[in-house]
């Protein structure tokens, strides 16, 4: 089993909809969590930055941590063809030495048709 | 400046050319890291410079040669790669050194790398 488990997707949705995109994750040490957009042949940019469990709400979007289901979910409201991206989520802790390096799910293609 | 910023952006070499590639940010950043990515793959750790010193190397092939000259720069090597090799090679930057607590990463645009 992976550390993190998130579907590649594609997730295809019309445009205004409500998104939901989803982690799973294995390690219960896991603090933080990221959420990153990546467009095509462009590097991650971060979107959403959460520690522990809770919800954080940014513009349009909103991330919600459940540690008790070691479950993390990015929403994306009234949801653009701007939106159309791949969409990492990564999450960290005190590695052995002391390191956070995050931990990467391998992304989900979203795709906003008009 | 609040950005990462990665030259060139493309980058085609034969397997037995010498290039490098360069990564820069003026955020005051401690830690700088370079990522290897391939298509429709998360992006995969090789080095890590905290303080301008290299704290992890996920073994690496001695292929790749990293270089941090100063706070603000990070320069990867590259010499005698292979076909394999090719990717979007991404920098990232964070705040604060590796050991002192929650990082969230800033990744400049990468740079694709095509190794014939």
């Known amino acids: 089993q992976k550390e993190v488990e998130q579907d590649p997707g594609p997730l295809s949705v019309p445009e205004g909809a409500i998104v939901s995109l989803n982690c799973t994750y294995s390690?219960?040490?896991?603090?933080?969590f990221m959420w990153y957009r990546q467009y095509s042949r462009k590097g991650p940019e971060l979107l959403m930055y959460?520690?522990?469990?809770g919800n954080k709400e940014d513009g349009r979007f909103t991330a919600q941590v459940d540690k008790s289901s070691k479950y993390i979910s990015l929403f994306i409201r009234d949801s653009q063809p701007s939106d159309s991206a791949t969409y990492l989520c990564a999450m960290s802790a005190v590695a052995s030495g002391g390191s956070y390096i995050p931990t990467f799910g391998r992304g989900t293609s979203l795709i906003v048709h008009p | 400046d609040t950005e990462v910023t990665q030259t060139p952006k493309h980058l085609v070499m034969g397997m037995t050319n010498k290039k490098s590639l360069k990564c820069e940010q003026h955020?005051?950043?401690?830690?700088m890291y370079w990522y290897k990515q391939k298509a429709k793959k998360p992006p995969e750790l090789m080095f890590v410079y905290s303080y301008e010193k290299l704290s992890i190397n996920e073994s690496v092939p001695s292929r790749f040669s990293p270089e941090c000259p100063n706070s603000s720069l990070l320069n990867l090597h590259l010499h005698a790669l292979q076909p394999e090799d090719s990717a979007l090679y991404l920098c990232a930057s964070s705040q604060r050194g590796l050991r002192e607590g929650e990082n969230e990463q800033f990744f400049g645009p990468g740079t694709r790398l095509t190794v014939l």
């Open positions: 955020m005051g950043h401690r830690a």
């Open positions: 959460t520690y522990s469990s």
């Open positions: 390690n219960s040490a896991f603090q933080y």
